[in-house]
């Protein structure tokens, strides 16, 4: 079954350090890639997409996210989180094969940033 | 706040009964989805609708009923048969443009007393 794999269900860091999230998919052929983030008390709301061009992809509040075709994954990363980074961020894949052009998602990583 | 609302913000329901959730967009979105949100597993999609008078079952719709007469609206309705109804509800809306993004409402949070 097509899927997709956040491996970190909780990470808790201090300001200043470097994040990195983890999102691997089972899908085979051209896939789109999100990241999505989740405020305390917010709507869901995109962080970076990627569709085509360069695997490097660079989103809102610093972030970015390296496209591995190779390794099925798209990895999200910050050089240096701020408290306001503590949410839950998503990793989701439409595969071009999938019919109503449905997201899937992966279950998430809750990422709390000590001041 | 990408122009979809969710009502009610949160619901109680007593085991048995039939609720609705609603959902409205006023992007003028073609497209419009229902997923549920549990902690730990991310985001399942419940229906989704590309068009008016159209839509298709997603990864757990069983339980679940939909409708879409209007563009703008497409509620959800949690039936007694839900298994598990306790969740945070969340509606979602895009364009028929493959790299479109999909935009989401703030949820509904409903409670299975």
């Known amino acids: 079954a097509q899927s997709v794999s956040q491996h970190n269900h909780h990470v808790i860091l201090s300001e200043a350090a470097s994040l990195e999230l983890g999102c691997n998919y089972s899908y085979g052929g051209t896939v789109n890639l999100f990241w999505y983030v989740q405020y305390p008390g917010q709507h869901l709301q995109l962080l970076l997409k990627?569709?085509?061009?360069?695997?490097l992809v660079k989103g809102i509040k610093g972030f970015e996210a390296e496209f591995i075709k190779s390794k099925f994954s798209f990895n999200l990363r910050k050089p240096s989180v701020q408290w306001s980074d503590t949410a839950e961020y998503f990793c989701a894949v439409i595969s071009l094969k999938a019919a109503g052009n449905k997201l899937t998602f992966g279950g998430g990583t809750r990422v709390l940033v000590k001041p | 706040d990408g122009g979809i609302t969710q009502s009610p913000k949160y619901l109680f329901r007593k085991e048995g009964q039939n609720v609705t959730l609603s959902c409205e967009q006023n992007l003028n979105h073609d497209a419009m989805y229902w997923y549920r949100q549990d902690p730990g597993q991310g985001l399942r999609l419940i229906y989704y609708s590309q068009i008016v008078n159209d839509f298709q079952k997603g990864d757990i719709a069983e339980g679940y009923s939909v409708s879409r007469e209007k563009k703008e609206s497409f509620p959800l309705t949690v039936t007694s048969a839900q298994k598990n109804p306790t969740a945070f509800y969340l509606c979602a809306s895009k364009t028929g443009l493959l790299t479109d993004t999909q935009y989401f409402g703030p949820g509904t949070r409903l409670t299975v007393l």
């Open positions: 990627y569709f085509s061009g360069d695997p």
